[in-house]
C-alpha cells in the first residue's frame, strides 16, 4: 500500500507521505491521470505484481489460475474442507516452497516414554469413546492389483487384510460385551473414489456386515490435477473423453487421491468429526489397512488421555534398514527454555548436504509407523483457528495426466502426509516408542512373504505380531514384484522363516511344500526359461544354485 502511495503521488504531483500534514491519512483528490480510476484510485493494472498482492495476498502476489480450480471443485461437489486443504498446497506450489528441513534447524529427538513401561489397564471405558479409523484408499497398484489392497491374501487360507481387521474389532466387541455391556469403539473406513464399492460388497457378502450400522465410511476427497507447464487444471486432451469424473466433471483421468493426509479434511468436511463429537467419541486412532500390527492398545488409549495431547504418534526405533526413511526431530529450544516442537523429515525434505545426519540412525532413532491417536476435540479446534484447513508440508508428485501413457501431458499431484501434522500440534504433540510388532506393513511382495511366513502369528487381539527380535530381510528377484508372479514362487504355501535372518531369491523358483529357511540363505535358478523347484526340507546357512 506504501508503494501504491507514492506511485499515485509521484505520478499525480501530489506532496509525498513525508511532507502530509500529521493527521493526513489519505492524500487530496486530483484529476485522474493514467492509471487511474475516475475516483482517484489506482488501476490495479498499472502495478501488476502490486495489483495482485492486492488479490488476497497469497503466494507472493500470484494466485494462478485458483479460481479455476476453486470453480472445477465446487462443479465435482467436494466440500470446502476439500477447497481450503488444496487451495493451501496450490498456493505453495505457487510460491516455490520445497519443504526441505535443514539439519541445523532441527534437534534429534533424544528420549520418548516406551510402550513397554506404561502400566497395564484393566479399566476398559474409554475404548466406547474411541474411533478405530483404517485407512483403505489404496489400490496396490505397485504389487500389481486391480482393487483394493486390503483384499489381498495376507494369511493361508484366503485371509485378507479386511478379515483380520473384522476379527480384530469383532474380539473387541465381543470383549466389551463381556466386561458388562460397556460401549465398543466406532469401527470406520477412509474410503477413495476407487476402493468404496468393493469394499462395501466384501464386507456385506461375506461378514454380513452393514455400513452405518456395523461399520462407518469416510470418503476421502478427490483434487484436481495441476498441468506442469501452466500450473493450471490439467484437461485431458484425448478424443475419447468422458464426463467421468466426480459428478460428472472432466475426465477421471484429471482427478486423484490427494494422500491420506486428506483425512483431516474428509472427517471435516463430511460432517463425521462433528458427528463423532456430538455422539461423545474423544478419541481417534488411525492406521494404515495393510498393518495388521497396529491394534486399539489400552495401555497407549490411557497414557494419550492422561498426557494431555493432542495428537501422539507411535514411532519405532531406526536400524540400518530403515536409515532411508524418513524420522522424528524437533524445533529448536524456545528461548524461554522449552522443548521444540516436534516434527517428521522425509528423504525428500533432506538437503543433500545432509544426507549423512539424515540417515545416522545413532542421531535420528525414530521413525514413524503412522500409527496415529488424536483428540478429536483438540482436532476441531486446530482446523478452526487455521482457517478450516491443516498446515501440511506439501509433497509434489510428478507424474503424466495418463498413467499409462508416459508420453501423455506432465501433471503435479499435490499431496500430504497426515503424520506430518504432528507440527501443527506445537506443545500438545508426542510420540511413544513402541515395539516392531506394532508395525508390519505390506509394501512388496517381500513383505508379502513374510507376512504369510510363521514369522509372525496371530495374538488374542487378533493383531499379527512377530514372533521374533526382527523380521527377516527377504530380497526378491524383480520377477516378485507383482502379486500374480510372486504367487507362483509360493504355489504350494509360504516357507517357514521364523529362524530365517535373510534370505535372497533369484530367478525363476518354486518353494516347495514344508520348505525351512534358517539364518542367511541364498537360492538362485541361472536358468531363465525353466522354473525350478526348491524340494521339501531345511536350508540353513547355505547359498544353493539350482
Not at 215 to 228: I, T
Not at 380 to 398: F, H, M, Q, T, Y
Request: charge should be negative.
Amino acid at each position: 500500500w506504501i508503494l501504491l502511495y507514492c506511485a499515485f503521488h509521484a505520478r499525480a504531483g501530489a506532496p509525498s507521505p513525508s511532507s502530509s500534514p500529521p493527521g493526513v491519512a489519505m492524500p487530496q483528490r486530483v484529476a485522474p491521470a493514467a492509471g487511474e480510476c475516475s475516483s482517484g484510485a489506482v488501476r490495479m493494472a498499472a502495478i501488476p505484481s502490486a495489483a495482485a498482492a492486492m488479490r488476497g495476498g497469497e503466494a507472493g502476489g500470484a494466485q494462478g489460475a485458483w479460481p479455476e480450480f476453486e470453480a472445477k471443485m465446487r462443479a465435482a461437489g467436494q466440500t470446502d474442507a476439500a477447497i481450503a486443504a488444496f487451495k493451501g498446497n496450490y498456493f505453495k506450489l505457487l510460491r516455490g516452497e520445497t519443504g526441505t528441513i535443514a539439519e541445523a534447524d532441527i534437534e534429534p529427538v533424544t528420549s520418548l516414554p516406551a510402550l513397554t513401561d506404561l502400566p497395564e489397564v484393566t479399566d476398559g471405558s474409554l475404548v466406547g469413546q474411541t474411533v478405530v479409523l483404517k485407512l483403505n484408499g489404496g489400490l496396490g497398484t505397485g504389487m500389481g492389483l486391480q482393487g483394493p489392497k486390503s483384499l489381498l491374501v495376507v494369511r493361508e487360507p484366503d485371509v485378507t487384510f479386511l478379515d483380520l481387521i473384522v476379527s480384530q474389532m469383532q474380539r473387541m466387541r465381543k470383549a466389551r460385551a463381556e466386561d458388562g455391556g460397556a460401549p465398543p469403539p466406532r469401527f470406520a473406513l477412509l474410503n477413495s473414489a476407487a476402493t468404496s464399492e468393493a469394499t462395501r460388497a466384501y464386507l456385506s457378502t461375506k461378514h454380513a456386515l452393514r455400513e452405518g450400522s456395523h461399520w462407518h465410511e469416510v470418503m476421502q476427497s478427490v483434487a484436481p490435477k495441476v498441468d506442469a507447464d501452466s500450473l493450471r487444471p490439467a484437461v485431458d486432451p484425448s478424443e475419447a473423453r468422458a464426463a467421468t469424473g466426480p459428478s460428472g466433471v472432466g475426465s477421471q483421468l484429471e482427478w486423484y487421491p490427494p494422500g491420506h493426509g486428506d483425512l483431516y479434511a474428509a472427517l471435516a468436511g463430511s460432517g463425521q468429526l462433528d458427528e463423532y463429537i456430538a455422539n461423545g467419541y474423544r478419541f481417534l486412532f488411525v492406521s494404515n489397512s495393510d498393518n495388521l500390527g497396529a491394534t486399539l492398545d489400552l495401555r497407549i488409549l490411557q497414557h494419550f488421555k492422561e498426557s494431555g495431547a493432542a495428537f501422539l504418534m507411535e514411532v519405532c526405533e531406526r536400524t540400518a534398514s530403515d536409515k532411508k526413511g524418513g524420522h522424528l526431530a524437533r524445533r529448536p529450544a524456545t528461548p524461554g527454555g522449552g522443548e521444540g516442537g516436534l516434527l517428521l523429515r522425509e528423504a525428500a525434505q533432506c538437503l543433500p548436504e545432509d544426507e549423512d545426519a539424515f540417515q545416522d540412525v545413532t542421531k535420528h532413532r525414530y521413525f514413524n509407523t503412522n500409527n496415529l491417536w488424536i483428540d478429536l476435540l483438540a482436532l476441531r479446534a486446530e482446523l478452526d483457528s487455521r482457517g478450516g484447513a491443516l498446515d501440511l508440508p506439501l509433497i509434489k508428485n510428478g507424474k503424466t495426466i495418463d498413467p499409462r501413457d508416459k508420453k501423455s501431458a506432465k501433471v503435479w499431484q499435490l499431496e500430504t502426509a497426515m503424520g506430518a501434522a504432528i507440527e501443527d500440534f506445537g506443545a500438545r504433540a508426542a510420540a511413544v516408542v513402541v515395539p516392531r510388532n506394532r508395525f508390519s506393513p505390506v509394501k512388496t511382495c517381500a513383505d508379502l512373504l513374510c507376512l504369510r511366513s510363521d514369522a509372525y502369528a496371530q495374538d488374542a487381539s487378533g493383531a499379527l505380531t512377530l514372533q521374533a527380535a526382527a523380521p527377516p530381510l527377504v530380497s526378491l528377484d524383480d520377477q516378485y514384484k507383482k502379486v500374480d508372479d510372486f504367487e507362483q514362487l509360493v504355489p504350494q504355501g509360504a516357507p517357514s522363516l521364523i529362524g530365517c535372518s535373510r534370505l535372497k531369491l533369484s530367478g525363476k523358483l518354486a518353494l516347495g511344500k514344508g520348505v525351512t529357511f534358517k539364518g542367511a540363505v541364498s537360492v538362485t535358478n541361472p536358468d531363465g526359461s525353466t522354473r525350478k523347484e526348491v524340494p521339501p526340507g531345511e536350508y540353513a546357512d547355505t547359498d544353493l544354485a539350482l
